[in-house]
């Protein structure tokens, strides 16, 4: 037998990588993962809430850890990790579902938001977070971001493509998911995507991307807590997230378009790999400068601060323009809330975006907290966004078994 057609036999008997040729959102692997009572949920959920308004849960919840397909910036397969949260009722009951972003905390395999350990790195309390909307009668899904668990690329940081697919796909994970499991909780035709920060870059992304990426999903509306939506406007607000996201972007547009040594001071520029492969974001936070004028080049921090970015740094501006999220027309309702104390996206920014959301055609509830910090919007907002999904789901009869929430505001 030749040996080009003895090759070819032989690469045809391989077994065929597990997501080859699955459509985005094939559930891959879903595996049972010990549950929670409501007594439990309100003990783990205690340090999220830190003072803030925390509501009695209401029913147990089962946990799923889910392996599902989507799609990178280029079309290309990937596969996803998640944990699904699912209400436990006595009889069958319709819920919707939401789909969580999580805030950001770095671009390594380690950081992925799945990996959080509160009591020794703090990112979010999440999987209290997650618990908290679960009780509350919402089958929940937080997917880690495309690229973690994945040693071939980086996280997908402000990617609004790959940030905004596996959203939507983790939507559809959930549909396949019931598909598969009879349980007395059922999704209803109702999808809500929120999320933290980065996860608000996300949310709106989705909202962007459904009607061609994913016109099944029943996409009701976008929540953002302190949603970093654009992402020049991030540069300059909150410096220190730059270096990972040219760091991402020179692998996403190539090194010669986006090379992260024009942009950046040598000493940050010099180890940016190594240190992006080695510091979640509890720690670049600490070792980047917050103050622009110690981690940018000159001429780039001239560029930001005095709107000539587009003219001296033409391919970053094209990069960061083509990633801002929220603003394509999309027309979903929204909820943003935000920080009146927030220094990484000032109250002034969140209100211009706002207002080009409900010019683009959005209807935006728009709430500001005073006082409050980035970080404590999800707790101070928690309530109101239950109140304000509640509202939206008003329309669906199916839904009314959720319990009314006291409407709640700054």
């Not at 501006?317 to 935000?338: D, I, M, T, W, Y």
């Amino acid at each position: 037998m030749p040996a080009a057609v003895f090759l070819a036999l032989f690469l045809l008997l391989l077994p065929l990588p597990r997501i080859y040729g699955q459509s985005p959102g094939s559930l891959l692997e879903a595996i049972p993962e010990p549950g929670f009572t409501p007594a439990q949920i309100d003990a783990m959920s205690r340090p999220l809430f830190e003072g803030f308004e925390q509501p009695a849960s209401r029913l147990p919840v089962s946990v799923y850890r889910l392996i599902f397909s989507s799609r990178d910036f280029d079309g290309s397969s990937a596969e996803i990790h998640a944990r699904l949260f699912v209400p436990v009722y006595a009889v069958r009951t319709e819920s919707p579902v939401l789909v969580f972003g999580s805030g950001t905390t770095g671009v390594a395999d380690a950081c992925a938001p799945s990996r959080e350990q509160p009591e020794l790195h703090r990112w979010g309390y999440y999987r209290a977070n997650m618990l908290a909307y679960a009780s509350q009668g919402f089958i929940t899904i937080f997917p880690d971001y495309l690229g973690f668990n994945d040693p071939g690329r980086p996280q997908r940081y402000f990617s609004l493509k790959a940030e905004g697919q596996v959203l939507l796909d983790a939507a559809r994970a959930v549909y396949r998911f019931f598909e598969r499991h009879d349980l007395p909780a059922r999704p209803a035709a109702a999808v809500f995507t929120a999320g933290y920060s980065q996860g608000g870059h996300a949310a709106f992304a989705a909202a962007d991307l459904q009607r061609d990426y994913a016109p099944e999903v029943p996409l009701l509306g976008a929540i953002g807590f302190a949603p970093t939506t654009d992402v020049a406007v991030l540069f300059r607000e909150g410096p220190y997230y730059a270096p990972y996201i040219l760091y991402n972007y020179s692998d996403i547009y190539g090194r010669e378009t986006i090379d992260p040594s024009r942009y950046i001071l040598d000493r940050w520029a010099r180890t940016l790999e190594e240190d992006a492969e080695r510091m979640c974001v509890d720690q670049f936070q600490a070792y980047y400068p917050f103050d622009g004028r110690r981690l940018y080049r000159p001429e780039m921090y001239d560029a930001l601060h005095g709107g000539q970015l587009e003219r001296r740094f033409p391919a970053l501006a094209r990069a960061l323009q083509e990633n801002n999220s929220g603003l394509s027309g999309h027309g979903l309702p929204a909820l943003v809330v935000q920080g009146g104390e927030d220094i990484i996206v000032t109250t002034k920014t969140q209100d211009r975006f706002v207002t080009e959301l409900r010019t683009a055609g959005s209807e935006v509830r728009y709430l500001v907290f005073p006082g409050v910090r980035h970080r404590y919007t999800r707790p101070a907002g928690f309530l109101p966004s239950l109140s304000w999904m509640k509202a939206r789901l008003r329309s669906l009869p199916a839904l009314q078994n959720l319990p009314a929430v006291k409407e709640i505001g700054p």
